[in-house]
């Protein structure tokens, strides 16, 4: 099955539905897949978009992030494994995309996206540094604790300008290899 990767998308984000199954299978993968509940997936990926934007200078993803009750919020990832509660998500099947193949005039299946092997690299260390804390809340907690959920009201965006000024000035963000 051919996937479309990040380059032939013209090197735009990816999806945050994407990335969002990628961490959970990753975390299956891993070992650390039981205990992914959502609560926890929202806080690693908002420490994702946060890698992505010192590392790379760029969003890894694009979503609106907002200061939620219990921290950073992706609401389209909330809504989408909201079913699971505080359970850990199980394993996720890749997105796919329906595909007219007009020559041979049927549907085929692709998968939406490739995520680049120095992007899964940078996931990965933000997964491997955060999923093993088992408790969701220690993770909502420390993003709660930090500037950009605090100086946002909350239910607001928080916007990434705001995000990568302040983890520029910490020496507590994920690391440059």
Known sequence: MHRISYEEKGGNMYN?????????????????????????????????????????????????IIAGEFGP?????????????????????????????CEKMRIIKKEITEISRGDKRLIEKVVDTYAAITEPIALAKKTCEEDPWENTPLNKEIKNSLIRKYYLSKKNHVRRR
């Open 73 to 101: 919020v992706i609401p389209e990832v909330y809504q989408k494994y909201k079913i699971y509660g505080r359970r850990g998500i199980p394993k996720q099947e890749n997105r796919k995309v329906l595909q007219l193949d």
């Open 16 to 64: 945050v539905l994407d990335v969002a199954i990628y961490v959970i299978n990753y975390a299956h993968d891993t070992g650390c897949g039981e205990s992914m509940s959502n609560l926890k997936l929202q806080k690693i990926l908002y420490y994702i978009q946060v890698a992505f934007l010192l590392k790379k200078n760029k969003e890894c993803f694009k979503a609106v």
